[in-house]
């Protein structure tokens, strides 16, 4: 599978953006979706993932109340939802899939990847 990430863009602190993960085939609900961020000069890290029929979902501990995973198997594109951004959530966002129903927070895990979209927060 083929993903395309995109909706990044600049964004004043408080604010909300929300990142889409478009698939190339179906069915995508066979894969787990993870979105992973990498700020300059930092290893990429987990924000999130959820279960190929969206019933499941995992967010790292900094996203948690603020940031929002959830996908469309009509479209075959999964989202990122993001609400009151700070400047540390400024990174270049990526989602990923994997064959599995296992929710993985390592980047190691996910055998496919789109190729990121920078979020920008000003403060």
Known sequence: VQLQAFGGGLVQAGGSLRLSCA??????????????????????????AISGIGMRTNYADSVKGRFYISRDSAKITAYLQMNSLKSDDTAVYFCAATYSGTLYVRSGNYQYWGQGTLVTVSS
């Open 23 to 48: 698939a190339s085939e179906r069915p995508f609900t066979n894969y787990v979706v993870g979105w992973f961020r990498q700020a300059p000069g930092k290893e990429r890290e987990f924000v999130a």
